[in-house]
């Protein structure tokens, strides 16, 4: 799941984060109204077709979305872009079409469920060049989408660190001589979904000893595994907890999930050469374990998005 770990800007991140914290503890909606006030105003950014130095970068209605909203804004400014934002604006069917029609310039997206939810229902493409690949032959013609950041929030098979120390657990096949024994936790539908008990059992031969059902990646799943009610749980992989109470995703070699990689939805004529340079340069250096780590910050320690943005930018170059 994760192709990139950047040890060093990681923890650089952190220690930024962590000052944040200690500087302010704005709330997720105290967060995005600084965030857009801060914003420069911009220009209809379909007024200079293909050759925009204005655009209006969006978001979805949950704190992951903003946060790499906001990280998209401040690194165009820092490129001399006129940017202003419009985050919390709500889920794929509100903010999509906008998207299309120019309103919104710029949005991060998750390639699989943005290819399978509203692109093509009938993909059945997994990895993350497949995935990819699909979108850019699918999309109207007005949408674009740009390289895709190694960072996933993605379904993840999910233990505790003493779990994993004591199998010896690193990737989902390894669970193949111990799942037995073990109670697997996770939403209702997981037990029908194509990837979920039938798809771990036909990629890599696991069954269970039981299922349990669960909430989606919530406070349910994390206390079962925590006490022991379960041994692994099915756990989107930017989940905050697994920091702050060491859990270990386990990677996915044979793509039992599909590729949930973040990648900038943009609307094409309000791109340039530098707007495309500036996000694709952004994602090259946005990991799963760089991404994890801000979501923690601003969601667990309440941090201010801004200041976690403008670490990670800093931190990496960026800005």
């Avoid at 979805?60 to 804004?73: I, K, S």
């Avoid at 190694?150 to 993840?156: F, G, I, K, L, Y």
């Avoid at 060491?246 to 973040?262: G, H, W």
């Amino acid at each position: 799941m994760r192709t990139r770990t950047a040890t060093g800007g990681i923890a650089a991140i952190a220690a930024i984060t962590l000052a944040a914290v200690a500087a302010c503890s704005s709330s997720a909606s105290s967060s995005s109204s600084s965030s857009a006030s801060a914003s420069a105003s911009s220009s209809n950014p379909l007024s200079s077709g293909g050759s925009s130095t204005s655009v209006v970068v969006g978001s979805a209605n949950f704190p992951e979305n903003e946060l790499l909203a906001t990280v998209y804004a401040q690194a165009l400014q820092a490129k001399g872009i006129k940017v202003s934002t419009k985050l919390n604006i709500g889920a794929r069917e509100v903010y999509y079409p906008q998207v299309e029609k120019g309103t919104i310039s710029i949005i991060p997206e998750y390639n699989g469920t943005l290819l399978t939810v509203e692109v093509d229902k009938t993909s059945t493409a997994k990895t993350t060049a497949e995935v990819d690949a699909a979108l850019a032959a699918k999309l109207p013609s007005t949408l674009q989408v740009l390289n895709s950041a190694p960072a996933q929030d993605s379904d993840s098979i999910t233990v505790t660190q003493a779990t994993a120390n004591k199998y010896h657990l690193k990737s989902i096949a390894d669970l193949k001589p111990y799942a037995a024994t073990m109670a697997l936790g996770a939403p209702p539908e997981f037990k029908t979904r194509t990837d979920g008990i039938a798809g771990l059992k036909a990629t890599y031969g696991l069954t269970f000893k039981s299922f349990v059902p669960l909430d989606e990646s919530g406070p349910l799943t994390l206390a079962a595994l925590q006490d022991g009610k379960v041994q692994a749980a099915d756990v989107f992989t930017t989940t905050p907890q697994i920091v702050t109470d060491k859990l270990v995703s386990l990677a996915d070699p044979k793509f039992n999930f599909a590729a949930q990689n973040v990648i900038p939805l943009v609307y094409k004529p309000a791109m340039n050469a530098t707007i495309i340079n500036t996000l694709n340069a952004v994602d090259a250096k946005l990991t799963t374990e760089a991404l994890l780590q801000m979501d923690n910050a601003v969601i667990t320690e309440h941090a201010n998005y801004s200041t976690v943005a403008a670490g990670f930018l800093q931190a990496e170059g960026l800005s």
